[in-house]
């Protein structure tokens, strides 16, 4: 399999040096980025890598976007989701076909049970899913667990999921 990596980069464009970092580092086959702060206006390439996102909204709170950078170095299809939350996917063959997922889920939005379980019947077998859900439980070793973090221990129970 190749490197995945995820991040939280709370602002993509300060952060340009530590994602070149990162790629001369471990040479990731796929880069999910979440909370980008990007909007439609603003241009994000990075060499060697394409990119698939979901851009943050417009204004003064302009929070959140996903975005999923896939090496140029593997076939890589975009997959359409018909979802209300922030998330973009691609499969990605690099020694077989997988899907990977990118969501970002912010702290004070109401996400639903189905939102969520919907997730799942729209990506194909085998897929990673890497995200900010904004969730807390001891399962995934918080000091305690939240009510998000109770609605990710559904989801992952609903859909036979492993958290890492």
Request: with cysteine.
């Amino acid at each position: 399999m190749g490197t995945f990596v995820s991040w939280n980069c709370r602002g993509i464009r300060s952060k340009i040096v530590d994602i070149k970092s990162i790629v001369n580092k471990f040479h990731p086959s796929c880069i999910a980025l979440k909370e980008t702060f990007l909007s439609s206006n603003i241009q994000f390439k990075l060499r060697g890598y394409n990119s698939v996102r979901q851009d943050a909204g417009t204004g003064i709170n302009n929070s959140g976007g996903v975005c999923i950078l896939t090496s140029n170095l593997y076939p890589r299809s975009t997959l359409p989701l018909h979802t209300p939350l922030q998330a973009v996917a691609v499969q990605i063959h690099i020694k077989s076909l997988i899907t990977v997922y990118c969501v970002y889920l912010p702290p004070h939005d109401v996400i639903t049970q189905q939102d969520l379980d919907n997730l799942v019947d729209q990506l194909p077998s085998p897929f990673i899913l890497l995200g900010d859900f904004n969730a807390h439980s001891t399962l995934w070793g918080s000091g305690s667990t939240n009510s998000r973090g109770r609605q990710i221990e559904q989801f992952i129970s609903n859909n036979c999921l492993s958290a890492q």
